[in-house]
């Protein structure tokens, strides 16, 4: 079963503009992840973010996690073409190793 | 370093047959996982192997099995297959020491027919 949601189901921007997804979740959790997905292919880690953690950057990339609220967000910047593929986020149980997805963001950025 | 790699990377079946499907994990990891993507049920985690025992397994039926060897390398095995388990099935792995990051592998598409 999913354990949540993730907000918009699909986003299209253009070239250098930034992307927000949301992600929303059920039940405590360790830590969360962001995984990317291009055309039905394999997932591409993004970041981890621990649920002790409200904020980290990558690159290009940040994310929040709000534990009270039960969400996180990845914000993209300056996005390029090549982002365009499906995100997904993951909550982990260390203990019981069973990554648990949302629904995935289809992006869409246009050059 | 060499990611993840499953095979084969399309495999057809009729309705009935076995399906075997394989993978090998990075190099130094030794928890293989494995997911099942099929349309319209998102990503769904199947099973997790480690030190060559199942360690956690998912909402599956007992037809879905796999086995660990001792290289960590990972076999899922699909019996009696429904046209329902079409899906793209991919395989993870993480190393002892930061097991919380699941690295994927580029999937294997099964078709039922």
């Known amino acids: 079963s999913q354990q949540g949601e993730e907000d918009p189901q699909a986003l299209s921007i253009q070239e250098g503009e930034n992307a927000t997804m949301n992600c929303s979740y059920k039940?405590?959790?360790?830590?969360l992840q962001w995984y990317r997905q291009n055309s039905g292919r394999g997932l591409v880690h993004l970041i981890l973010?621990?649920?002790?953690?409200r904020e980290k950057h990558s690159g290009r990339l940040r994310v929040t996690l709000d534990t009270s609220k039960k969400s996180s967000s990845l914000l993209i910047t300056a996005s390029r073409a090549a982002d365009t593929a499906s995100y997904f986020c993951a909550t982990g149980d260390t203990g019981r190793r069973a990554l648990t997805f949302g629904s995935g963001t289809r992006l869409q950025v246009q050059p | 370093e060499a990611g993840v790699t499953q095979s084969p990377t399309h495999l057809i079946k009729t309705r009935g047959q076995q399906a075997t499907l394989r993978c090998s994990p990075i190099?130094?990891?030794?928890?293989v996982y494995w997911y099942q993507q099929a349309l319209g049920l998102g990503l769904q985690f199947l099973l997790w192997?480690?030190?060559?025992?199942?360690?956690n397994r998912g909402n599956f039926p007992p037809r879905f099995s796999g086995r660990q060897f001792p290289n960590y390398s990972s076999e899922l095995n699909v019996n009696a297959l429904e046209l329902e388990d079409s899906a793209l099935y991919l395989c993870a792995s993480s190393p002892p020491f930061n097991p919380d990051t699941q690295y994927f592998g580029p999937g294997t598409r099964l078709t039922v027919l």
């Open positions: 973010i621990r649920s002790n953690e």
């Open positions: 190099s130094g990891h030794t928890s």
């Open positions: 039940t405590s959790i360790n830590n």
């Open positions: 192997y480690d030190e060559g025992e199942e360690r």
